[in-house]
């Protein structure tokens, strides 16, 4: 059964902090893995990793994919009470079918 | 540009009564179209998806239905709603480039 798995499922930090959020997946037919942010209402899409080793980077966000290790990590620096949100992690299949992880919600404290 | 509508915002209903929540795209043609269901507290599941008008494949057995009367229409629906409906419900689509799924603005459906 294909499983995607966030971690952790919670996070608090203050302001400024550096934070990194992780996804693990068992997926048959990976073509790419996605994060979206989701604040109140629906997902925005934040990045499309396909290759291993290669990041991506969108201002004080940035993501990486290890295809070895089946995994990929979220980063944000110098957070803000804005980055508040629950990240989701998602795994593109064939059909473009997306499986997604539980999310991780992060709260920011100024 | 690609714009996808879903209606109603906000949903309260009885348990079993009936559903039907709409999505419409505009500015594609034969798109894939997925409805999405987030319960509390939980990731997105794949719900329905529709490759074309009277399309539809089911991922997860359950109390709903879908279906694409028209090539940008998509409804999801229900004869009798129970508590477990309850959820955010969400309608996507693919970019032009089939690389990532955008989503609709979602429905919120609490069953009471």
């Known amino acids: 059964e294909d499983k995607v798995v966030q971690s952790p499922l919670s996070l608090v930090v203050h302001e400024g902090d550096t934070v990194t959020l992780n996804c693990s997946y068992e997926v048959t037919n990976f073509r790419s893995l996605l994060w979206y942010k989701q604040e109140k209402k629906a997902p925005t899409f934040l990045f499309m990793l396909t290759s291993s080793g290669i990041e991506k980077k969108s201002g004080r966000l940035s993501s990486i994919l290890d295809k070895k290790e089946l995994s990929s990590i979220l980063n944000i620096t110098a957070t803000q009470t804005g980055d508040s949100a629950i990240y989701l992690c998602?795994?593109?299949?064939?059909?473009?079918?997306?499986?997604f992880g539980q999310g991780t919600r992060l709260t920011i404290n100024p | 540009s690609q714009t996808i509508h879903q209606w109603p915002a906000t949903l309260v209903q009885p348990v079993g009564s009936p559903l039907s929540l709409e999505c419409t795209v505009e500015g594609t043609s034969n798109p894939n179209l997925y409805w999405y269901r987030q319960a509390a507290g939980r990731g997105l599941q794949l719900l329905f998806y529709?490759?074309?008008?009277?399309?539809i494949s089911s991922e997860v057995p359950q109390n709903l239905s879908a279906s694409r009367p028209q090539d940008r229409q998509f409804i999801l629906s229900s004869k009798k709603l129970l508590l477990s409906d309850s959820g955010f419900y969400l309608c996507a689509w693919p970019s032009l480039r089939g690389n990532t799924i955008y989503f609709g603005e979602g429905s919120w459906l609490t069953v009471v």
């Open positions: 529709s490759v074309g008008i009277g399309q």
């Open positions: 998602a795994v593109a299949k064939g059909a473009q079918k997306l499986v």
